[in-house]
């Protein structure tokens, strides 16, 4: 059974940074790319980051800057690491590879 497990949310203050984690298991991702994507109350989900296999990242220009997407495909993770938090940052995170979702962190950011 193939899952994506996201870890790391939490509640910061704005300007403080989190490191959110995307464990796969049940097969690897290692040829495929990986993404991020967040959902803010009341909004649709939106795309955050992706990286390709080869490492060829993509920022939605909302995050661009401050995020950083990077993958330990010896590990079978991918990361993001976001700095200088807002609270328009504040949404569940889900990571994503090929058809399969993650069931989501929450990030909290007050201001």
């Known amino acids: 059974q193939v899952q994506l497990v996201e870890s790391g949310g939490g509640l910061v203050q704005a300007g403080e940074s989190l490191r959110l984690s995307c464990a796969a298991s049940g097969r690897t991702f290692s040829r495929s790319a990986m993404q991020w994507f967040r959902r803010a109350p009341g909004k649709g989900r939106e795309f955050v980051a992706s990286i390709t296999p080869s490492g060829y990242t993509l920022y939605a220009d909302s995050v661009k800057g401050r995020f950083t997407v990077s993958r330990d495909d010896a590990k079978n993770t991918v990361s993001l690491q976001m700095n200088g938090l807002k609270p328009d940052d504040t949404a569940v995170y889900y990571c994503?590879?090929?058809?399969?979702w993650g069931q989501g962190t929450q990030v909290t950011v007050s201001s």
């Open positions: 994503k590879a090929e058809t399969y």
